[in-house]
């Protein structure tokens, strides 16, 4: 891989720069394996970003590019800033808006170097210096480019030089400026158990923002992820697209704003709702990255991209292993005891699962965890339910040959629990108004260092407890109300941002300890999931609404973004549909259980151990290969998803019956993708219900070339509706 960079003023191989002084016009193409992001700064020294789209092949060309915003700004006032600063020429939405010591609200930033550096073969690091020339003001632009991804992330560290405090109203990540002729977004809503629901509209001119105010768990209403497509709403093979997401866990804000030449510009960062964020002298904040990439095949290789950059360099072992497990949550609730935790560990090792998970209920004595109204905060065994303490529990799943998890949910106190009664100062909540819950409970100030220990403690000694933990579900159920730390005291404005990096701290704390762990992020509502609290989870929970229909759906859109290695998927009693459907729909991506297994019949039960043991045969393709979505459950009675290992000699492929009125089914065949063209391949059902048998030839041979071009039909019907193929190269 080379050229990561072509800038045209070159100084070195690995190490690039330019100095304002060396040239007037300085371009910087920005390269990945398809597109370039071009920025330019020009006579004046301001830097502007004059294109972004598919990469030319002769690179000093792209010093040729028109910037067309210049020939319209003359008389038109609009401009396309890399990173457009508020209360000098900008008119519209800016990405940075400072006040300075004196009073004065206005910004310039100027072009003064940049720089590249290579951090492997695959990813390199662009530096661009900014400064303002009045006003001792400094911002920093990263680029980090992930070539054969054709991702780019982009953040900005912002550095007061003045001699006195300056504030930052506003402080994105980034700004992208694009052209075309239309655009359409496709945006999510949810609520709890309807995550992920899409939207797709037209942008019209003026603003439209997605953002969240909601201090933690914050997709509860709404994700940072989005696509734009440009002209036409992309498809799933053609069309271009653009994807992109805040790498943050707290309030976002994302501006899309189209001008009156019918440019688009992106503004996306931390929300800067409530939160004007003070730098004194010598200090400076660093942004969150702001993830983007862009196809011109359409959403399905936007979403590959995205997966294998967040298998290869953004989820915590996102090209490791994983563990099934079997989940105590819908099976016992609150009510169990350890003669019950022991029959559960026996029912993980006979249902073939790796790990027994452990969920809410087990821990606090003066006000014992028995509903969700008490006891967040006191994580000691509960004397009552477990006597012999977690430690017990870990020799025992040793004894029996599985591993043992467990559940926490360390952010929050409930008002009913010894951490409240001792350290009313640690939670969050107004002084002088009355308590509001959110799930019976409050959140902890995680800006205060002392709550930062104590919550890395807390996890700590369960490790310390049991020295064979090998799973946690770190759990995350209120969002913010009567935003007041007394630990910031008159700083009150820096709460959300510092709550955020609060949390960091002490995950990294974790990792530094417990490097490779599992631990799933979770919440009960909105899929806590971002690529910020990624790098220390291996997996998040997309939904407590587990009702194998709905999940389809849910985890369909959830593919887009986020890679099947990191989608907890568990089998409960939700839904009409029947073991198998539910199975089958957990295996699109890391399976787990949460039902009694002694109440399944026997016919279930063992349908169940096989499940197991076919999903063990397959689990590396779907967690490690290419997802293709090949039938949309949005526009047919039919859902159809495949996986393909890097070698295309092996495939899993999901089919499912999403409306089961009269005849509906797949009536003809669905064209597969991502095969080898000329290799030869057999189709197997696989998953059957005992007794049942596939009507599918599992002898005949097809090309890859006849899969692709013609397709295979799984017959699915309302007899049949849900059928999984493996797809097996023939040598
Ligand atoms: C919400 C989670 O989504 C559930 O799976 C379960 O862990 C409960 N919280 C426990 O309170």
Redesign the pocket.
Known sequence: MKNLFTPLLSFGFTLISATFAQAQVVTIPVETAHNALVLQSNVAKQLNAIYYGKKLSNAPEYSAIPDTYKQAEDYTGLYNAAYTAAGSRNLLEPAIAVTHADGNNSLDLRYVSHEVTKQGDDVSLLRIELKDPVYATNVTLYYKVYYKEDIIEQWSEIRNTEKGTITLQKFASANLNLKANSYWLRQYHGDWAREMQPEETQLTHGIKTLDTKLGTRINLFMPSVFMVSFDKPAGEDEGKVLYGGLEWSGNFKTDFEVDPQNNLRIISGINNYASPYELKSGESLTTPAFWYTMSDMGKGEASRNVQNWARDYKILDGKGQRLTLL?N??ATYFDFNETRLSGLLKDTKSLGVDLFLL??GWFANKYPRNS?HTGLGDWEENRTKLPHGIASLDKEAQADGVKFGI?I?PEMVSPKSALYSKHPDWVIKQPQREEYYYRNQLVLDLTNTQVQDFVFHTIDSLFIKAPGLAYI?W?C?AVIYNAYSVHLKNKQSQFYVDYVNGLYKVLKRIRAKYPTVPMML????GGRVDYGALQYFTEY?PS?NTDPLERIFIQWEYSYFYPAIASSNHVTDWGKQPLKYRIDVAMMGKLGF?IVIDKLSAADRKFSQDAVKIYDGVKQIIWHGDQYRLADPRTGSVASVMYVDASKSSGVMFNYLVNSRYGEGSPTPFKLKGLDAVKRYKLQEINLYPGSKSGIDSERVYSGDFLMKIGFNPAVNTSRSSVIVQINEVK
């Open positions: 989940n949550w819908e969920d809410d969700d559940w949910e579900k759990d159920n979770c919440s009960g509502g929970w407590d949460d």
